[in-house]
Antibody
Framework: QVHLVQSGAEVKKPGASVKVSCKASGYSFNNYGMHWVRQAPGQRPEWMGWINADNGYVKYSEKLYARVSLTRDISATTGYMELSSLRSEDTAVYYC???????????????WGQGTLVTVSS | EIVLTQSPGTLSLSPGERATLSCRASQSISGTYLAWYQQTPGQAPRLLIYGASSRASGIPDRFSGSGSGTDFTLTISRLEPGDFAVYFCQQYGTSPITFGQGTRLEI
């Protein structure tokens, strides 16, 4: 069965960075891509970016491209999302989700990880 | 970017009834690249429908999707207690990928 298991909740101060991991199992990791989506309290989900798990090619949202970095470790079947220069508005639940490795478009997100709450507070 | 607007914001129904949820796009969604997800508190979103009308694996046929262009609908026939959740739509045909604000289905 396909599973994505994310790392635990984080509390960070403004200006710091956070790195969230997403461990994949039940499928051939490098045959798919991985999306990252965040959802702030009471807000709609926001797409952050996508990584091709095979070759590491990334596509970031225009809003976050200067602060977000997506990487992956094929041997560990794990994807990572790092967000820098954190501010209070980055407080949200962060999700990873499996996608296609042919591109960030034209393929749905399934399944999703359980989510990681990142709280940014002084 | 394509803005998705869902209606109603909250839908109050009873088990056994039929639910109709709407998702309207600010511009035409190419290739019917529209998905629906279900989210219950504290849980990961679950894919219900992709390609506007195709049910994901394991999703009962009580869930159906329809629509094209800018207007899409998720229909849940014969509501069961576990169906009361938040539903949101997503377009994945044009960059950036965007989501609706969600419809809360409550008893």
């Amino acid at each position: 069965q396909v599973h994505l298991v994310q790392s635990g909740a984080e509390v960070k101060k403004p200006g710091a960075s956070v790195k969230v991991s997403c461990k994949a199992s039940g499928y051939s990791f490098n045959n798919y891509g991985m999306h990252w989506v965040r959802q702030a309290p009471g807000q709609r989900p926001e797409w952050m970016g996508w990584i091709n798990a095979d070759n590491g090619y990334v596509k970031y949202s225009e809003k976050l491209y200067a602060r977000v970095s997506l990487t992956r470790d094929i041997s560990a079947t794990t994807g990572y999302m790092e967000l820098s220069s954190l501010r209070s508005e980055d407080t949200a639940v962060y999700y990873c989700a499996r996608g296609s490795n042919t591109g960030w478009l034209r393929y749905w997100l399934d399944p999703w990880g359980q989510g990681t709450l990142v709280t940014v507070s002084s | 970017e394509i803005v998705l607007t869902q209606s109603p914001g909250t839908l109050s129904l009873s088990p056994g009834e039929r639910a109709t949820l709407s998702c309207r796009a600010s511009q035409s969604i190419s290739g019917t690249y529209l998905a629906w997800y279900q989210q219950t508190p504290g849980q990961a979103p679950r894919l219900l429908i992709y390609g506007a009308s195709s049910r994901a694996s394991g999703i009962p046929d009580r869930f159906s999707g329809s629509g094209s262009g800018t207007d899409f609908t998720l229909t849940i026939s014969r509501l069961e207690p576990g169906d009361f959740a938040v539903y949101f739509c997503q377009q994945y045909g044009t960059s950036p990928i965007t989501f609706g604000q969600g419809t809360r289905l409550e008893i």
